[in-house]
């Protein structure tokens, strides 16, 4: 039966932790899929500045305008496939625009560290998500898009700044560790409200489970590299 | 006399409108030079990210991301160079942080219009002046400054999201450009501050107001060409 449908077979040029071809049944049309994408990495950058903008010290704000430059180009790479496509990449991030702007007042954090961190984890699970689901659109988007997630979103300065944080202020830890925790459901919510629904959900459901748990195992071991119980 | 001083030898590569020769007894240390503008073009970004973040259509907000990456470009072609001369950027740029920050105060405006005018024309205002004091710099850093600062920072972007304003609410253009004539004032004090001064600075007097005649008539010309009268 996976020989009949192409846009099931799994890409082989990576690996990305989570088996793309699970959730092919529920990926989105590519127009869609590409646009909610292109916002939620626009919404990340502005996320990003704000927290750039209010760094305590200079070398973060340089450190952590070089993610922000990164993720703005994945920003422009998602949009320049929109138009590969002939879609209309405002009209397309437009739709998704109140959900995920709700989403970043939920995640925005009270603090300039837990701001920075939510950054970091919420768009980690959802770029590990996009990944899964990319296995479902067609072959040139879908590897286009799974390389384009999984370009360097300047993950190392990020995780430089928390680090640096909070072994200057240890009482951090347990209270980001705390956020951190917070963060997965509305994420995942986020992550679940982009599946394709039809008639099949149901049946498609059961690929849901084992799905998020790979990206919840890998938010552990995200939490664990910034020195934070999961 | 100019033949046994090179570095007031202008360069001929392109015709910046100022010439840069006039300055160069002014020009600061390279170093000190790139360490300024790296921070002020690392302020630009910060002030166009707070313009992108309240862009009232989903379309400006694209538009202005593209400039803001652009301007985060140059400010890493800078702090590369810097990295060339062997130089701190950290150290250089934060001992003009206070300055550059005081000054986006200053002009930070009191609506989103007035905040990207501002964004737009005092860093016009500003990149014009460094271009003319890079000809003071050694030849290999003041060409490549000046090239720096030259690249497009998404100008006709930020030229065509304010246009739409203008248009859509004519009584913009009466604040928008009063507040285009506050805005050349501080920005002159600025740049006056970052002139090299020494026992020559009474003698290089002389050759300051020329220079900021010019910038002022490419000011006008900028306010022009979004409908404003200068």
New interface residues.
Partial sequence: MLANRPRLRPRGEREPGVTRVDLAELTPEPLTYLGQVAYLE?AV??RL??V??SAPR??D??AL??A??RV??K??GF?EEIERLGGD??RL??SF?PQVDAFGLIVSGATWAESLLSVHVTTGLLEDFFVALSGGLPEGVGSRAAHLLALDSGEAAIKGVLGYAIINDPRLASTLAMWGRRLVGDTLLLARSALHSSGEFVSGERYIEPVFSELIAKHTRRMDSVGLTA
């Fill in positions: 626009l950058f502005e500045t704000r750039v903008g200079l070398a704000t340089e305008s070089v922000a430059g703005l180009a920003h422009h949009v990449p405002i991030m437009g625009q």
